[in-house]
T-cell receptor
């Protein structure tokens, strides 16, 4: 089992550009969450996808959008990049709970992250 | 809304000494609590979690944590530190019906001196 994989590992962009980050969940998982981890901070929840729909969203602007594919893989898109978007972007996958959409008590398995630098 | 506070952004212990990393949470409903570890340039790995039941939870690598509702705390301990324990540790909370959204603390960097 390859676990959660993310690509690319590192990315450098300039302000105003757009970026797409990719995530493949752990085998058997169908729920994907994205987190932003700024340097020296804890991860912050961006959004979660389940059954190809955004189920929950954190306090992030509409410049952050996502998609989940039928094979459960997911993309995170960020438009009009700002310097402050520089961070480690983490993808996590999990099983849905009884209520679907990733049970609150289920372990989330994290990928290694994509380091985004905006110049 | 839920929140997590980790007391001490940096903790340094000697090899073989007790490790104590502090976490306090705020939640208006019963929380689920987690401790994750992050090694340099890696993602997060779950150490242990509390959902319901026994309040003393044992995790991997000899770590354990105790849920104390009256103190709204979930401190992480390990009796004897090893050099390989040096890493960043994050406490996180989620609640039922929020689909697994994790709220993380700021993290505590653990250093282990030989």
């Amino acid at each position: 089992d390859a676990g959660v994989t993310q690509s690319p590992t590192h990315l450098i962009k300039t302000r105003g550009q757009q970026v797409t980050l990719r995530c493949s969940p752990k085998s058997g998982h169908d729920t994907v969450s994205w987190y932003q981890q700024a340097l020296g901070q804890g991860p912050q929840f961006i959004f979660q996808y389940y059954e190809e729909e955004e189920r929950q969203r954190g306090n992030f602007p509409d410049r952050f959008s996502g998609h989940q594919f039928p094979n459960y893989s997911s993309e995170l898109n960020v438009n009009a990049l700002l310097l402050g978007d520089s961070a480690l972007y983490l993808c996590a996958s999990s099983l849905p709970g009884l209520a679907g959409g990733g049970g609150s008590y289920n372990e989330q398995f994290f990928g290694p992250g994509t380091r985004l630098t905006v110049l | 809304a839920q929140s997590v506070t980790q007391l001490g952004s940096h903790v340094s212990v000697s090899e073989g000494a007790l490790v104590l990393l502090r976490c306090n949470y705020s939640s208006s409903v019963p929380p689920y609590l987690f401790w994750y570890v992050q090694y340099p340039n890696q993602g997060l790995q779950l150490l242990l979690k509390y959902t319901t039941g026994a309040t003393l939870v044992k995790g991997i690598n000899g770590f354990e944590a105790e849920f104390k509702k009256s103190e709204t705390s979930f401190h992480l301990t390990k009796p004897s530190a090893h050099m390989s324990d040096a890493a960043e540790y994050f406490c996180a909370v989620s609640v039922y019906n929020q689909g697994g959204k994790l709220i993380f603390g700021q993290g505590t960097e653990l250093s282990v001196k030989p």
